[in-house]
């Protein structure tokens, strides 16, 4: 398949980048950021938002239209994720839209996805992926226990990081029914309802001003028909939920490394110092040059793992690696330069370039960095 | 599609009955490589290879047939590059005059010149070299000063050039010469072609830190060249120049094409005593050539699609020679003392492409140069 854009993908960006740029802009960050006197908005988003977002298509982008939704795809998936990057709009898309629709694609039984895929499409029930146990993203590291009781489960254990998981509806929890602490064998995965008695979710607020939550879990009681996928094997949806979500964080990565690229090479044609435009200086102009070539490796990278994806390839880890280890650099780059060629005033709070390298590092740390996806990349290739 | 089906069968069929098995064998060694042209001393299979694949035009197949080339479309050539690859053929064929006088000579070449030049070309007859560099003309070539004087019917050509790749052993020269030296630097330029058997033509080749000598000196002491041999107009020199300039950056910066990746090599190397930060700075570079790779396609892809996005050829130029010069680099790292073979028995080839290498951001523009291309053609960047 060749790396363009169809026609209808084509139109999927550019409504995706007028819907946001109109309806969640980064002044909307800012807004949502200082609600309640600083303290922060309550759900951490605009929900007048999602359900626009629902009905543009972009919560169900996912969603085959046998169960409601739009079903374009992971490239279509990925330009709305760019357009929300370049704009650092604040939604539930990468949890519920993304991460829970490819578990429920992947893995769900018909019964799962006829009650909760509309749903996801409509926007009215929110997920939130409670995977990762210890502060470095580790995967197939599941102490979380799930023993049979009754006709169906009894869960225990504590989950970091759970993005969203402070509004979310239900969560899907990966816990252990066999294995060792760090095998692949023996993980399930769980739709747990987030009301369920013995679920603590403790939220908090990261340096990007969106929300990752704590979750206990205590002998929380689960249904048999909440396993989602076959017990025991729950590491392939898992892994495939993970790639699913590192390809539509690279492309996230993508519109914040361009966004920002864009704004500071404006900026190097505004700005004065000596009598003359500082974008006149070679050693800025070199490195806004490097940057450039560097953005468009991402985009490549990043377009060839959603096409991946797209066509089921036995070559989804790889390029999802590859797209996340690249971008996540590309990112760090074009954002480090941005407040650097910004000089002091990219240093204040009023001034939205820092919002762009708050988000970049936290995006690059959730799913795995690069220690992570290299690590993976070479075993993939086999050193 | 279904003609493309038909045609992948009948390009596997020829290739299969054309291509000698000795042509099947990767390449070991520069004498491997053919260049052609009159004093081209080829081994009985290569010069086989070259003939059947110059009389279906496959050594350039997208040229048109009237000027020697296959005629195929974007689809088919691509289709004849599996297929060959399928049965890891050779190129049968390298050449200055494919990858950069070529398209130029299409663009800007009036019929007899295409006529002359192109066919010989596709055949391997004529070996051609780049007349570009000078002495005092580097970075900025423009300024250069060889100059091309008119008497009569012919031009009267005096001074050097530098750096002009295989000079002892190209037969014509594609040649930037100033036809008007009055003019601003840009626009007293032209483009000559001439046979480098010219009386007054001499050559001189430079020993380079990697020992070999792939660049020459080239003089040019009162040479009579006819004005029928002037390509494009007089003064005009330049933006052939530049367009010429765009195909040979790509072909630098697809050095790639073709090799055993660096996790290859790891694989073996790395199996027996990894070094964590070794594997580390290979994985990170395999990173980028991936990355590379995937806008290479990309970037084709795109302008297949009519969709380009300019001035793309400093940006792969850039990237890819710089990638390369890393690759080098960790090359010699995984290979240990083993690398700093310089002759006698056993490989001795990786330190000379080391410093080999090192050439890559120089030639062609140099990094640098690429990088105020960039920063002036893409991101409009005021006064560069």
């Known amino acids: 398949m060749a790396l363009v854009l169809t026609d209808d993908q084509t139109m999927v960006r550019d409504s995706a980048d007028g819907f946001f740029a109109a309806e969640a802009p980064v002044a909307e960050l800012r807004r949502l950021r200082d609600a309640n006197g600083g303290a922060g908005d309550a759900t951490g988003f605009d929900r007048g938002l999602w359900a626009k977002m629902a009905e543009m298509g972009f919560a169900g982008v996912l969603v085959p239209e046998a169960h409601g939704g739009a079903g374009f795809g992971y490239v279509a998936a990925g330009l709305v994720q760019e357009a929300i990057g370049r704009n650092l709009s604040l939604s539930p898309l990468l949890s519920t839209a993304i991460l829970a629709a490819t578990a429920l694609v992947r893995g769900g039984s018909p019964e799962q996805q006829a009650r909760y895929l509309p749903q996801i499409a409509s926007g009215e029930r929110l997920f939130a992926l409670a995977a990762d146990e210890a502060a470095r993203h580790d995967p197939h590291h599941v102490t979380t226990r799930a023993e049979t009781s009754g006709n169906g489960f009894k869960l225990n254990g504590t989950k970091a990081f759970v993005l969203d998981g402070h509004v979310a509806d239900t969560l899907i929890v990966a816990a252990r029914t066999g294995g060792a602490d760090d095998e692949a064998a023996g993980i399930t995965l769980f739709l747990v309802d987030a009301k369920a008695p013995g679920v603590a979710v403790a939220r908090r607020s990261m340096v990007d001003s969106r929300n990752a939550a704590r979750v206990t879990l205590t002998d929380v009681q689960v249904d048999g028909a909440d396993v989602l996928g076959a017990a025991g094997d729950g590491a392939a949806i898992l892994d495939r939920v993970l790639d699913a979500g590192r390809a539509c964080l690279a492309a996230e990565m993508l519109g914040v490394a361009g966004e920002s690229f864009t704004r500071t090479v404006d900026y190097l044609k505004q700005r004065e110092q000596f009598g003359v435009k500082i974008g006149t200086f070679q050693a800025l102009q070199h490195r806004a040059a490097h940057l450039f070539c560097e953005v468009e490796l991402a985009r490549s990278a990043t377009l060839r793992a959603l096409v991946a994806l797209d066509a089921d390839e036995d070559r989804v880890p790889m390029f999802a690696s590859l797209a996340k280890a690249k971008a996540g650099e590309v990112a760090k780059l074009s954002t480090d330069e941005g407040v650097q060629m910004h000089g002091g005033i990219g240093m204040t709070d009023d001034f939205d370039i820092g919002f762009f390298m708050k988000r970049a590092r936290a995006a690059r740390e959730t799913f795995g960095d690069l220690a992570f996806h290299g690590d993976r990349l070479a075993m993939l290739m086999g050193y | 599609m279904a003609d493309l089906e038909t045609f992948r069968i009948e390009t596997r069929a020829w290739l299969a009955a054309n291509c000698p098995p000795e042509m099947r064998q990767s390449i070991a060694k520069d004498g491997d490589v053919v260049w052609g042209g009159r004093h081209a001393d080829l081994t009985p299979p290569q010069r086989a290879w070259l003939d059947a694949m110059g009389a279906k035009g496959w050594t350039v197949p997208e040229w048109p047939k009237e000027y020697g080339g296959g005629g195929l479309s974007k689809d088919e050539a691509k289709v004849l590059v599996q297929e060959m690859r399928a049965i890891r053929a050779r190129s049968p064929l390298a050449s200055f005059g494919i990858w950069m006088l070529g398209p130029a000579l299409l663009k800007y070449g009036n019929e007899e010149q295409k006529k002359e030049h192109l066919p010989k070309i596709a055949r391997g007859e004529i070996r051609w070299c780049q007349g570009y560099s000078e002495p005092g003309a580097g970075s900025d070539l423009a300024s250069l000063r060889t100059s091309a004087v008119v008497d009569g019917d012919d031009y009267i050509v005096n001074g050097q050039k530098v750096w002009t790749s295989y000079a002892d052993k190209a037969d014509w020269i594609f040649c930037l010469v100033r036809t008007d030296m009055?003019?601003?630097?840009?626009?007293?330029?032209?483009?000559?072609?001439?046979?480098?058997?010219?009386?007054?033509?001499?050559?001189?080749?430079?020993?380079?830190?990697?020992?070999?000598?792939?660049?020459?000196?080239?003089?040019?002491?009162?040479?009579?060249?006819?004005?029928?041999?002037?390509?494009?107009?007089?003064?005009?020199?330049?933006?052939?120049?530049?367009?010429?300039?765009?195909?040979?950056?790509?072909?630098?910066?697809?050095?790639?094409?073709?090799?055993?990746?660096?996790?290859?090599?790891?694989?073996?190397?790395?199996?027996?005593?990894?070094?964590?930060?070794?594997?580390?700075?290979?994985?990170?570079?395999?990173?980028?050539?991936?990355?590379?790779?995937?806008?290479?396609?990309?970037?084709?892809?795109?302008?297949?699609?009519?969709?380009?996005?300019?001035?793309?050829?400093?940006?792969?130029?850039?990237?890819?020679?710089?990638?390369?010069?890393?690759?080098?680099?960790?090359?010699?790292?995984?290979?240990?003392?083993?690398?700093?073979?310089?002759?006698?028995?056993?490989?001795?080839?990786?330190?000379?492409?080391?410093?080999?290498?090192?050439?890559?951001?120089?030639?062609?523009?140099?990094?640098?140069?690429?990088?105020?291309?960039?920063?002036?053609?893409?991101?409009?960047?005021?006064?560069?």
């Open chain 2, 182 to 384: 009055a003019a601003p630097k840009h626009l007293g330029i032209s483009f000559l072609l001439f046979d480098m058997a010219s009386p007054g033509v001499s050559t001189s080749p430079i020993k380079l830190i990697s020992g070999y000598s792939p660049f020459c000196q080239t003089f040019f002491d009162d040479v009579r060249v006819p004005r029928a041999n002037l390509m494009g107009t007089a003064g005009k020199g330049w933006d052939i120049a530049k367009y010429l300039l765009t195909h040979e950056r790509e072909m630098i910066g697809d050095l790639d094409d073709g090799r055993r990746s660096l996790s290859q090599i790891a694989v073996k190397a790395l199996g027996e005593a990894g070094v964590a930060p070794l594997r580390s700075d290979i994985v990170r570079h395999e990173i980028n050539a991936l990355a590379f790779g995937l806008t290479m396609e990309r970037v084709k892809d795109e302008t297949k699609a009519g969709q380009g996005t300019g001035a793309l050829s400093s940006m792969l130029k850039y990237y890819g020679t710089e990638l390369n010069k890393q690759r080098q680099e960790l090359l010699m790292s995984v290979g240990g003392s083993d690398s700093l073979a310089w002759s006698g028995t056993g490989e001795v080839d990786t330190s000379r492409h080391w410093l080999r290498s090192r050439a890559n951001s120089i030639e062609g523009g140099t990094s640098e140069v690429q990088l105020n291309i960039i920063a002036k053609r893409v991101l409009q960047l005021p006064g560069a």
